[in-house]
Every structure is written in structure tokens, then in C-alpha cells.
């Protein structure tokens, strides 16, 4: 059971998959931070500052708009990031494969697999 787990574990795709929801969780943080800190204020300043700047308030519901605005800078720069360093790669990658341009021996991806499996197979020392 132990053994079909590990080879699961070791496939390429899972472990990019790993890789990728990591790095992410990581631009993700990144880049919220980057507008929380820089784009929320700059939005906010523009707007008249202080306290009530980047917000207007209704009834006594206050809108903070610059929050969304924010927000929508955050999704704009996830998405294009992702889009040249995931997608536009990917697209050129399955363009050659078309064409039968692939790679001879072994790709990167498989030879980290082989290197993890390597390692996961090597005895641990007491």
C-alpha cells in the first residue's frame, strides 16, 4: 500500500502540482502585499487621503472602493504572471511537440523525478 502511495507521490505531474500550488500561495502573498502596502494608499491618496480616502460612506455602510480596486490590481498581475511563465511556455512546448521537435533523452522533469526517487529509495541512517 506504502509502495503504491510513493510511486502516486513520485509521478511528475503531482509533484509539479506541488510545486506550483507552493510557489503561488507564495507569489500570491507577494503580490497582496505588494497592493495592500503600495496601490491601496497610492489609490487612497489620490482620492483625497486620510481617513476616508479610497471610501465613501452611505447610510452609514462605508464602500471602500479602493480595497477592490486593490484587489482587481492583484488578480490583474496573478493572471499575467501566470500567463508568461506558465502558459506562453506551455504553448511553445506543445508547438514543438507538434512539429516533432522533442528533446532527445531525458527531459528535466524526468530526471528530477529519477533523482527524488533516488533519494526516497535511499536507506535512512540510524
Not at 25 to 34: P, S, T
Not at 38 to 51: E, V
Not at 94 to 110: F, L, Y
Request: neutral net charge; hydrophobic residues 50%.
Amino acid at each position: 500500500m506504502l509502495e503504491g502511495f510513493k510511486k502516486f507521490v513520485m509521478k511528475g505531474n503531482v509533484v509539479d502540482l506541488a510545486v506550483g500550488v507552493v510557489i503561488g500561495a507564495a507569489f500570491g502573498a507577494v503580490v497582496k502585499q505588494f497592493t495592500d502596502s503600495f496601490i491601496s494608499p497610492l489609490i487612497r491618496l489620490i482620492t483625497g487621503g486620510g481617513i476616508k480616502g479610497g471610501s465613501f460612506t452611505i447610510d452609514g455602510q462605508v464602500f471602500d472602493y479602493a480595497a477592490f480596486i486593490s484587489a482587481l490590481i492583484t488578480f490583474v498581475i496573478t493572471a499575467a504572471a501566470i500567463y508568461f511563465v506558465v502558459v506562453v511556455p506551455m504553448n511553445a512546448l506543445n508547438a514543438r511537440r507538434a512539429r516533432g521537435e522533442e528533446p532527445e533523452g531525458p527531459t528535466e522533469q524526468e530526471q528530477m523525478i529519477a533523482l527524488l526517487q533516488q533519494i526516497a529509495d535511499k536507506p535512512s541512517a540510524p
